[in-house]
T-cell receptor
């Protein structure tokens, strides 16, 4: 089925490790987004991309790196994971000025 | 100025009742106000949205009321059903980026 898929769905890692969360969409949407969801904070934008090779910071970018070499993929990397990055991460995509469609999330625990 | 404040944090409603969730924003440059519904283990899904040139939008049992002068908007769920039990997020958008409220957990009792 077409849509937006995130992998892995669950991940446990240790502080200081590098971890990459994957996001793939089959709609050819130009815009892609990464959010983190924490209790009491709703969803906060980490990074977004308006097109391949174009990325920009959101509200909480520190400690994260993104890339977008292909329109359909938008990986998020934690270069040196910290406990404060334990969260549920959501990827979304959209066409310009249209609603965002979300994946089902990656639950990341950092011990 | 980028904040969106949502209340209440949680809400319990009897089946058939009206659920009301409120949001307030500060930045008058926001130009799109969606509401998202999220079930456990799933991503948020767009429920209904409004632009600031309209004071109300209705889709089935869901209505957004928008007060531009007060910088407030609310979601009304009429005839609430147990299947509506979920977390609801309001959001405000400018240049395509969404700023979310903190979320409201709705429980509809049978």
């Amino acid at each position: 089925d077409a849509g937006i898929t995130q992998s892995p769905r669950y991940k446990i890692t240790e502080t200081g490790r590098q971890v990459t969360l994957m996001c793939h969409q089959t709609w050819s949407h130009s815009y892609m987004f990464w959010y983190r969801q924490d209790l009491g904070h709703g969803l906060r934008l980490i990074y977004y991309s308006a097109a391949a090779d174009i990325t920009d910071k959101g509200e909480v970018p520190d400690g994260y790196v993104v890339s977008r070499s292909k329109t359909e993929n938008f990986p998020l990397t934690l270069e040196s994971a910290t406990r404060s990055q334990t969260s549920v991460y959501f990827c979304a995509s959209s066409v310009r000025n249209q609603p965002q469609h979300f994946g089902d999330g990656t639950r990341l625990s950092i011990l | 100025q980028q904040q969106v404040k949502q209340s209440p944090q949680s809400l319990i409603v009897q089946k058939g009742g009206i659920s009301i969730i409120n949001c307030a924003y500060e930045n008058t440059a926001f130009d799109y106000f969606p509401w998202y519904q999220q079930f456990p283990g799933k991503g948020p899904a767009l429920l209904i949205a409004i632009r600031p040139d309209v004071s109300e939008k209705k889709e089935g049992r869901f209505t957004i009321s928008f007060n531009k002068s007060a910088k407030q908007f609310s979601l009304h769920i009429m005839d609430s059903q147990p299947g509506d039990s979920a977390t609801y997020f309001c959001a405000a958008s400018m240049t395509g980026k969404l700023i979310f409220g903190q979320g409201t957990t709705l429980q509809v009792k049978p």
